[in-house]
């Protein structure tokens, strides 16, 4: 399930669709083994999954 626009010609890395990582702040691309579940993805990496979700400073 390759990302193609209507020509057939992948996007730019720059085009893909962004996120802010609920965990570390940064922000990252879309990835193809993400593609079926993009909608829930909220972490970057496994080590900021385990990390969870930081609290916004009060």
């Not at 209507?6 to 962004?18: E, S, T």
């Not at 691309?29 to 909608?39: E, N, S, T």
């Not at 972490?43 to 385990?50: I, K, T």
Request: one cysteine or more.
């Amino acid at each position: 399930m390759a990302r193609r626009n209507a020509n057939g010609i992948q996007p730019a890395k720059g085009d893909l669709p962004r996120r802010i990582c609920a965990a570390c702040g940064l922000d990252f691309a879309w990835r193809r083994k993400w593609a079926r579940d993009w909608a829930n993805v909220r972490f970057c990496s496994d080590r900021c999954r385990r990390a969870g979700a930081r609290t916004p400073p009060a």
